[in-house]
């Protein structure tokens, strides 16, 4: 249970730091209007930076319970060989797809547009469910190895720790991200056309903001994952 409740915490103060980042990337990847990051970052203001964040930090306690709580029981199941921590990483991913699609599909709705969290909401779907299976089964997998090699016992090596695997995150899961995110905002988009019409360099497009966010964000939440632990402990 004391993985659930930190995961969660850590979770949420990631949200809270990071969400304006995740705004740029968003933008980045669907928005043709957007050259560079610093343009989206202008053109949305400090406000739009934050639109969509309600959603996230309502569904933070859901998610962080979800990816810790699976990737723990799996772990205790399964062992902690690097092969084994990918595949409860990935089973944690898969699990966390479940709630994370929707969240995602309205939180880019108000990002990409001037709608309400209500008035997103009734957009709320699985659209692009499959496309974020395949960013997260491998990413998140990723995401836990990097953690296990590098984490220790001190504040700052759970920081680092968190960090590379933020990195190794992104490094794999961009491109599906990307496929996913225009699916869920382009109304006509399907996976065939996006692909027919993308480069491997285009799938990549927000690679840079991607890492501005997943390095610190997944620094924090690890971070403060390791204080909360030491103090329910």
């Excluded at 979770?11 to 990847?29: E, F, N």
């Excluded at 053109?43 to 739009?48: C, E, H, N, S, V």
Aim: charge should be positive; aromatic fraction near 10%; charged fraction near 15%.
């Amino acid at each position: 249970m004391e993985h659930v409740v930190a995961g969660s915490v850590g979770g949420i103060a990631s949200i809270l730091v990071c969400h304006p980042l995740d705004t740029v990337r968003v933008r980045l990847q669907t928005d043709p209007g957007c050259a560079s990051a610093w343009e989206c970052a202008k053109k949305a203001g400090l406000r739009g930076l934050y639109r969509g964040l309600l959603g996230p930090v309502l569904a933070q306690g859901a998610y962080k319970a979800i990816l810790f709580g699976v990737y723990d029981f799996s772990k205790r199941r399964i062992g902690d060989s690097p092969a084994a921590l990918f595949a409860c990483g990935g089973l944690a991913g898969a699990a966390n797809a479940v709630v994370l699609t929707p969240v995602e599909l309205v939180r880019n709705k108000q990002q990409t547009s001037s709608l309400s969290f209500r008035e997103a909401l009734s957009f709320a779907s699985y659209r692009g469910f499959g496309a974020t299976l395949c960013r997260d089964v491998p990413g998140v997998g990723a995401y836990y190895v990097a953690f296990e090699v590098l984490r220790g016992p001190a504040f700052w090596q759970n920081c680092v720790a968190g960090a590379a695997g933020g990195a190794a995150f992104w490094t794999i899961a961009l491109p599906f991200d990307h496929i996913k995110n225009r699916l869920q905002v382009e109304r006509r988009a399907t996976v065939l056309r996006i692909l027919q019409d993308t480069s491997l360099p285009r799938l990549y497009v927000g690679y840079g903001s991607a890492l501005l966010r997943g390095i610190p964000g997944a620094a924090v939440v690890f971070g403060v994952y390791g204080l909360v632990i030491d103090a329910l402990a």
